[in-house]
């Protein structure tokens, strides 16, 4: 069970949403969702819940960078257009409303790294974790994760999925013809999977 950051700080759980095996090649790739739902107590527009979420997403990015890299890891902080966004968002709030962001994303930090412990699990000097905004055209692929942490040797990776003023847990998008597994992780869906979910979906 993953843990969903709530308006007072407390704790919801949610679930893992997808981890799989490639036998083939010998090494198990593990991607999986958290979602993170920041609260402020405020009613906003759809473009002020843009704002926020970028601002959120980007504190959730930078603060675990900043922590892991006060921990002595190999830590970086992936620049993209994705990063560069979120960052403007981030910088447009008061000083005040900024630490509200900051201290909301590290509330989540000694619960994650206790539940994934390869956030910090460097396994030698060349070890590097990189911490990545995904691009928004991802989730129309099915990859609802805005925050991704990821390793080369081994092969590892988890993403977060950020809520901001917001309890709904954000899911993959199924459907009878979107095969997440090859889109996301190279490992297409079985015919096991299509035979049971076409039926649902078709429905």
Not at 67 to 96: D, W
Not at 100 to 123: C, V
Not at 145 to 158: G, H, I, L
Request: net charge neutral; hydrophobic share 35%; charged share 25%.
């Amino acid at each position: 069970m993953i843990p969903c950051l709530t308006k007072r700080g407390g704790l919801k759980n949610i679930k893992t949403q997808l981890s799989c095996k490639n036998t083939e090649d010998n090494f198990e790739v593990k991607k999986k969702i958290t979602t993170f739902a920041h609260k402020i107590p405020t009613t906003m527009a759809q473009g002020d819940q843009v704002k926020n979420g970028k601002a959120f997403e980007y504190a959730i990015a930078n603060t675990y960078t900043e922590y892991l890299s006060q921990l002595g890891l190999n830590v970086e902080l992936v620049e993209n257009p994705a990063l560069e966004v979120a960052r403007e968002f981030f910088k447009a709030f008061t000083q005040e409303e900024q630490k509200r962001f900051s201290a909301a994303a590290y509330q989540t930090i000694d619960t994650m790294i206790r539940l994934e412990p390869g956030l910090s699990a460097q396994k030698n000097a060349e070890d590097s974790l990189k911490v990545i905004l995904n691009e928004d055209a991802s989730g129309e692929d099915g990859d609802v994760r805005d925050v991704v942490f990821s390793r080369k040797a081994p092969v590892w990776e988890v993403g977060f999925s950020a809520k901001n003023n917001n309890d709904a847990v954000k899911h993959s998008r199924l459907s009878s013809v979107l095969d997440f597994g090859k889109s996301w992780v190279d490992v297409p869906c079985s015919q096991v999977y299509w035979d049971a979910i076409s039926p649902i979906l078709n429905y």
